[in-house]
């Protein structure tokens, strides 16, 4: 690699892929040797990267965070994911819309046309009227989950306090996920509703959050159930094609058994719930099971039978 300027990026780039790196190590991968290791440090120095110099039998090097961001490197998959975390931010309601925004136009201005076509190629657009989150709001309760420290706030008239744990999203929305120490039991707080109270509490220990893991909790608060599986699931064939089907049947498994025929197995919080979201199909079916279901879909015939005769 003998043209200077390339490399020193080589070297930027290799810097910014792992903490330390041996001098021996980094004169090797460049093939120069460790002399010319040393003079190329010092004019990214020089540049503004703050790169300091690791002491021991072998030495080495580690680009530490600076009191100023300078340039940074990127390949092209790195580029390509930044592009596309900020307009997915853009849309995020975590009240950094506008930077975002900008710093979007930033990365894609620099970016050659090949990669501006994949990032121009994605779209996303918000949908429905989910309040934004305070980016403050977000930044404190993000604090008191740092430092495990008991969160104090106003949630619509009730003063409340919780441990704090995850911040979530979910259908455009933030939600911290923690223990309340009032009712001893992991709830979920709309982040939009929060008015954190200074200082925070105590520290806390951290709990195991049930389910093992935060989707798995947060899928199961929202399907009405303490497990991430439906409380009910059924299975049907519905006269009608897969592929529309598919189209909303949510989490279902659909499967094709013909042109205009398909099996779908579905869950939901309620057997009649379940009935229910299976009609909104407008299509003949057939209920393999369980005898659950079955009834629920009696119980709806009658409801719905004395409801249009009522209405007559």
Known sequence: MGHPSARLLALLSLLQARRDWAGEALATRLA???RTVRRDVDRLRE???PIRAIKGPDGGYRLDAGTQLPPLLFDDEQAVALAV???IAVTSGAGIEEAAARALTTVRQVMPARLRHRIDA???TAVGDAPQADTAVLLAVAAAIRAEEILRFDYGEAVRRAEPHHLVTRRGRWYL???DTDRDDWRTFRVDRIVPRIPTGPRFARRE???GDVATFITARFRGSDTPEWPCRGEVVLAAPAETVA???GDGVVEALGPDRCRLVAGSWSWIGLAASLGRFDADLEVIGPVELRRAFATLARRYDAAALRSG
């Open 85 to 87: 975390a900020l307009r």
């Open 247 to 249: 189209l909303f049947a």
């Open 32 to 34: 120069v040797s460790p």
């Open 122 to 124: 994605l779209e996303l």
């Open 47 to 49: 540049l503004g990267y």
């Open 209 to 211: 959050i049930p389910g």
């Open 177 to 179: 996920v923690g223990w």
